[in-house]
């Protein structure tokens, strides 16, 4: 197999905040740190791995540290229905952590 091809469009801002995900009209939720956004998708760590192809219903609380941006930033979602793209366990942890992409369903 050849390298992963880079497919996102949007430019992606660093941000370290609190969030909570939920399957949508499931009763399986959980805690998450957000790690970066773009304006139609963005990245969390979680303690659950999380099915390709689920829609996820994501509420951030607070945004923290977020490089290039202003203290509000125009492109994130604080609440936001969207589809899991990719999920891989964090390697480089002893803890069951994992590291999710998704991308929103409905554009701004």
Known sequence: MGAQTEKR???????????KWVHFNK?????ATIRNFSQNGSSFET??????GSTVLIHIFKCMNC???SQT????????LAEVKWCQKLSD?????????VRYHYPV
Do not use: F, I
Not at 74 to 80: E, I, M, P, T
């Open 67 to 69: 490089a290039g941006v």
């Open 47 to 52: 303690d659950q791995a999380l099915v390709l």
């Open 9 to 19: 469009m949007d430019q992606r801002h660093p941000c370290k905040g609190t969030m």
């Open 93 to 101: 942890s002893d803890s069951n952590l994992y590291a999710v992409g």
């Open 27 to 31: 009763e399986c939720y959980g805690a």
């Open 73 to 80: 930033p125009a492109s994130l979602r604080w609440d936001a």
